[in-house]
């Protein structure tokens, strides 16, 4: 173990809890809504915080952690695709933008199944909207608490168990009580960590290549194709790289914990800075994580577990207390993105299915202990799965990230823009992109050339109009408050 | 109130123009990845160290990107209100 890694990790856990801590003190003195409060924020995030939340949200194991190590062995190729994501920057919150927040105001929405239920008056939506949530959502937390674990085990040297364990704990605690509060202010330390710290790894990582010329040249002996835009073995066809514009670019749109974010700011002045500053951000992270990787090749040749390409090049360029303080980055990063889902699916559980249907009369004495309660259970459900880690981290991870866009996507963008869309619409158009998705994913790789969430996301949308249109006559419109008051 | 809203008519544009920019960004994107980077890689020139088809479609498109949606959130964004009229959220 190396005291001088350890210090700074150390010392950034611990500033995350005390943001914790005074997040939870902050609910206690609001004289506000538990429920707004601990899972909503009281809708009151600044352009930053907002910004940052939403690229911490996203910006997670699979880039930081999975991404560098795919760019090592694919080289610029792999680059050009993480690349597909500076679009989420912006597309996400000028798309959903301001209507999405009047109405989600306008309906009391707390969750996005919240919002679909009031927008289609619809329980069966409403169902199928927690329900998926709950599946994909715990099991992208699982492959993101594994990438934590991972990085500790690298880093400090300790096992695995271990590893896991000061990860779940420090995660758990800071979530439980301080809510979604605490869960952004982190992610606004978390996104800026990474900020910086990719920044001055990318600046070592080229300095002891000795430069940009000597480390393509080095590239270029090895292998021509690690500095063309398709991959190490030229498998990275156009196609399949344009695909994900859609599964980490513009679907992005329809992912619960981004459209959570989407109705959590304070004003539309907010918004507008989030926009500039999220796409500088992402952009900026997303090319310096993955160049990170492609340069690290000729400095540490040979490294089989892409996992681990990160954390030890920072071990290699840099002196041993800043490695440290930029290993707390791809933490933060996994850490971020861990502690929007865990409350996520918690809000599912308790608002969107004890509240709703079990309960509605609880007190509000009793909806915080169920809220503390259900995230805490949550978290070590979480920790007893990831004991046993799956392999591949970053395709478990996008797994849940295309079931959940082909899910949403849909009802969620064409519930807010189109009049006619219904709920007989958006169910079928949930059903066609959970169940296509999952045929898709299991039984042909890649149709037509594209990644598997391309076509899902296509029946689904074939299916809401088609579906809206027939059953036009029925529906009646929409004015019904659904809210719990 | 629902259609009538003016508030929405903003937001409808915004949207497009959210869409709009999308649109910008991949024909960037693509048409400099594909369109420098499909020859040899011996034949590839090199804008301060990196081949060229990767500079201008990431870091290029990258910045492009960042100017546009600055230009664009000051000159066609509007403030308005978020809140429902008769109550607070």
């Known amino acids: 173990m190396n005291i001088a890694v350890v210090m700074p990790l150390f010392l950034f856990i611990l500033l995350i809890f005390f943001i914790g801590f005074w997040a939870d003190r902050s609910i206690r003195l609001s004289k506000k809504d538990f429920m707004q409060e601990y899972f909503l924020g009281g809708r009151q995030l600044g352009g930053f915080i907002l910004a940052m939340t939403m690229m911490a949200t996203y910006g997670s194991a699979s880039s930081f952690i999975g991404g560098p190590g795919v760019a090592y062995t694919e080289g610029f190729g792999w680059v050009l695709l993480a690349m597909t994501q500076v679009v989420t920057g912006y597309f996400v919150l000028m798309v959903l933008g301001k209507k999405f927040a009047i109405k989600a105001r306008e309906y009391k929405a707390v969750t996005l199944t919240d919002y679909l239920r009031s927008r289609y008056e619809s329980h069966t939506v409403a169902l199928i909207a927690a329900i998926s949530i709950i599946i994909f959502l715990f099991s992208a937390m699982a492959a993101q608490w594994v990438g934590g674990a991972r990085l500790i085990e690298t880093v400090v040297g300790i096992p695995y168990t271990s590893a896991l364990s000061i990860f779940a704990v420090s995660v758990l605690i800071y979530v439980v009580i301080g809510g979604f509060r605490a869960v952004a202010l982190t992610d606004a330390v978390q996104g800026s960590v990474m900020f910086i710290g990719t920044l001055i790894l990318l600046i070592a990582t080229i300095i002891a290549g000795g430069g940009i010329d000597a480390i393509m040249n080095d590239l270029t002996a090895e292998n021509p194709n690690l500095i063309t835009p398709f991959g190490a073995d030229s498998t990275l066809t156009p196609a399949y790289v344009s695909s994900f514009w859609i599964l980490v670019g513009v679907a992005v749109v329809g992912l619960p914990q981004v459209t959570l974010r989407a109705m959590s700011y304070k004003s539309s002045r907010s918004m507008h800075r989030a926009i500039i500053i999220g796409t500088v951000v992402v952009g900026f992270v997303m090319l310096n994580m993955h160049l990170i990787g492609v340069f690290a090749r000729p400095i540490l040749p040979g490294i089989e577990v892409g996992d681990r390409v990160m954390p030890m090049i920072a071990l290699e360029v840099l002196p041993a207390w800043v490695a440290g303080l930029v290993l707390a980055a791809p933490m933060a990063a996994i850490m971020s993105t861990v502690d929007s889902l865990l409350l996520l699916v918690s809000s599912a559980f308790v608002k969107d299915i004890y509240i709703t249907y079990i309960k509605p009369e609880a007190s509000e004495k009793r909806v915080k202990t169920m809220s503390f309660g259900v995230t805490a259970i949550l978290g070590v459900l979480v920790f007893l799965m990831a004991l046993q880690p799956p392999d591949l981290l970053i395709w478990l991870n996008l797994f849940a990230f295309g079931g959940l866009e082909a899910t949403f996507i849909w009802p969620v963008v064409l519930g807010l823009y189109w009049k006619k869309g219904n709920k007989y619409g958006a169910i079928s158009s949930m059903l066609t992109g959970i169940i296509s998705y999952i045929i898709i994913d299991q039984f042909f790789t890649q149709p037509l050339g594209v990644h598997s969430v391309v076509l899902p996301v296509v029946f689904s949308f074939i299916f809401y109009v088609i579906v809206s249109l027939m059953t036009s006559q029925e529906y009646a419109g929409h004015t019904v408050d659904y809210s719990r008051s | ?89």
């Open chain 2, 1 to 89: 109130m629902d259609k009538q809203d003016p508030r929405f008519k903003i937001a409808n544009r915004e949207a497009l123009i959210g869409i709009g920019l999308a649109v910008i960004n991949f024909l960037w994107w693509f048409g400099f990845a594909y369109g420098l980077g499909s020859k040899p890689p011996e034949e590839y020139n090199y804008i301060l160290g990196l081949p060229a088809w990767f500079f201008m479609s990431c870091v290029g498109g990258f910045l492009l990107m960042s100017v546009l949606v600055i230009f664009v959130v000051n000159v066609f964004f509007t403030d308005v209100s978020l809140d429902v009229e008769d109550e607070d959220s």
